[in-house]
């Protein structure tokens, strides 16, 4: 597969969350963090250090049978529990069917979109998405505006936070942290105990 080398776009961190117009607010899939490559109907996940993710192959032929020719696509890795929950202890044990949860596309059929900016790559992701396979998930996002109900409702079902970006930022910001912000559930129950991974997308 002949694409850019990408670097994950990094998550700062803030404690609250806010209301504001020009940002946009995503509920954080509490799942491994991966960009998927997609080539010819063929696909590989990796995870933000380069490493790849060489776990459940029928994700990765879901992935490939997305209607392009290719495609690079940013997300998480998500097992699910019964209440349609991401159950993070299954997913790390192997213990269930995956899913691939995309918030943003960088690259399609030959074209970088890292300079575009992010409601507008956000779009054509939604649309490349459209008829996808089941395994293979658009995340939606709530406007600035609303960012405050939604971060209290996540709490409330239990869910591991929110994820707040500016609308016009793009992909080439390398390190700078300020762009994308997650917001934790600080009282998120699947996140006691938990063990150390180098590959998890956390600042």
Known sequence: MRFPHIHPMKLGRRAYPFNDPSWLCE????GFR???YVDQGRSELRFRNGMPFKSWTGLTVALGRLKVESAV????????????????????????????Y???LLWLNGSDLRELPLVRR??????????????????HHVEGSACELFFQLCCEHDLEGVVCKRV???????????????IPNRNYLQAANRPVLLYEDEP
């Not at 529990?81 to 192997?94: K, M, S, T, V, Y």
């Not at 390398?174 to 997650?182: I, M, P, V, Y």
Request: hydrophobic letters at 40%.
């Open 27 to 30: 509920l954080k899939w509490d």
């Open 34 to 36: 991966v960009l998927a």
């Open 73 to 100: 696509l940013d997300g998480e890795v998500v097992c699910l529990d019964r209440e349609g929950r991401p159950d993070f202890d299954a997913l790390f044990h192997c213990q269930c069917d995956p899913y691939f």
């Open 102 to 104: 995309a918030f943003d």
């Open 122 to 139: 956000k779009q054509t992701l939604a649309t490349v998405l459209t008829g996808a396979p089941d395994e293979v998930r658009y995340v």
């Open 168 to 182: 016009d930022s793009t992909y080439l910001e390398g390190d700078h942290e300020s762009a994308w912000l997650k």
